[in-house]
């Protein structure tokens, strides 16, 4: 693998070739120690090609899986390959690399199992719309009686996980709504999840798939998933004699 500290960065992309490129350089050069995994989710465009033009490791899927299958196709990647760290960085160029090692950093210094990285903690510049705002501010209250801590930004896709989750996501990851699903999911199977502020960027290019008028919808559908989930028999895992 060549890095030290096994770490690998998954980087999920669906017709992301006007940013993923730029993402794999920066992942890089903020943390040249790790490896980059584009998992390219069935695009139509060019982004296999611009990622491997930038010296990352391609996992191109068949057909478009959606966030859900393009992860844990990554956390796949990440458990049988034997990484001990996989981070989470989305393809758009919302999250920032520079960032990684403070989500390292907290991971370690609170001997957590995944770190998210949430837009709402200490000072933000972030903006959404309002709708898009209520509706995070709701699943932020749900999740956070659910799980029993707070939950401030339960839609973040940047994150940092141990071996122990990486185990649990290849094995069990959700595939609708599982940016706030897998807060649920950690918390069923006992394991440690904090977050840490971090600052985002605009996409590079592109636009998001979530619209104002399907906010509400959205909202809808993952708390009912959400609940689904929670009521569920939790996962055992098989591998390396652990039990969730």
Do not use: W
Not at 2 to 24: D, M
Not at 183 to 196: D, I, P, R, S
């Amino acid at each position: 693998m060549g890095n030290e500290r096994n770490i690998l960065v998954i980087i999920p992309a669906y017709n992301e070739e006007g940013s993923v490129g730029k993402v794999v350089e920066e992942v890089k050069t903020y943390l040249p120690e790790a490896d980059a995994l584009v998992v390219n989710d069935g695009s139509t465009d060019l982004t296999s090609e611009k990622a491997r033009a930038s010296r990352a490791i391609v996992l191109d899927l068949p057909f478009n899986l959606g966030i859900g299958g393009a992860m844990q196709a990554g956390y796949k990647y990440a458990f049988e390959k034997g990484y001990e760290i996989a981070i989470q960085v989305d393809g758009d160029g919302q999250h920032d690399p520079k960032q990684i090692p403070k989500l390292l950093k907290v991971l370690e210094e609170k001997e957590a199992d995944m770190v998210v990285g949430s837009r709402f903690i200490g000072h933000s510049e972030f903006k959404s719309s309002m709708m898009r705002r209520v509706g995070i501010s709701i699943l932020s209250s749900v999740l956070s009686m659910i799980v029993g801590q707070p939950i401030t930004d339960p839609t973040s896709g940047f994150r940092a996980a141990n071996r122990k989750a990486i185990q649990l996501f290849a094995y069990e990851y959700p595939q609708d709504y599982p940016e706030p699903e897998v807060l649920a999911l950690l918390h069923q199977c006992h394991l440690k999840m904090v977050e840490a502020p971090v600052g985002m960027s605009e996409r590079y290019s592109g636009e998001s798939s979530i619209t104002k008028l399907r906010s509400i919808y959205y909202m809808v559908k993952v708390l009912l998933a959400i609940f689904v989930d929670y009521f569920k028999k939790p996962p055992r895992l098989e591998k390396e004699g652990e039990g969730c």
